[in-house]
């Protein structure tokens, strides 16, 4: 499968963002999905991950409460809303696809297959 990430872009503080992954192909409500990120000099971390159906997510401690992943199958979609964004929320946004894993609670990145390129989110104060 194939991953095409866009929606990024600079917001103020406070402000929201919408990101979205599109997916290629038709087995795309067969890949569990996650967001992760990567700022500058740091490690890619988890932001969030949806199950196959959409029923179960899960998020990192930084992302609750603000952020909201969601997918539409019939779209070969998945989504990142993200609100009351900070400048700490500066990275890299990268989608990735799961043929392993479908629940929607995997977290590492060994356990995604497939990657988007990255949308940069850029939050100023």
């Known amino acids: 499968v194939q991953l095409q990430a866009s929606g990024g872009g600079l917001v103020q503080a406070g402000g929201s963002l919408r990101l979205s992954c599109a997916a290629s192909?038709?087995?795309?409500?067969?890949?569990?999905m996650g967001w992760f990120r990567q700022a500058p000099g740091k490690e890619r971390e988890f932001v969030a991950a949806i199950s196959l159906s959409g029923s179960t997510t899960n998020y990192a401690d930084s992302a609750k409460g603000r952020f909201t992943i969601s997918r539409d199958n019939a779209k070969n979609t998945v989504y990142l809303q993200m609100n009351s964004l900070k400048p700490e929320d500066t990275a890299v946004y990268y989608c990735?696809?799961?043929?392993?894993?479908?629940?929607?609670?995997?977290?590492?990145?060994?356990?995604?297959?497939?990657w988007g390129q990255g949308t940069q989110v850029t939050v100023y104060s």
């Open positions: 192909g038709r087995t795309f409500g067969t890949y569990g």
């Open positions: 990735a696809a799961s043929r392993r894993y479908g629940s929607g609670r995997v977290s590492r990145p060994y356990d995604y297959d497939y």
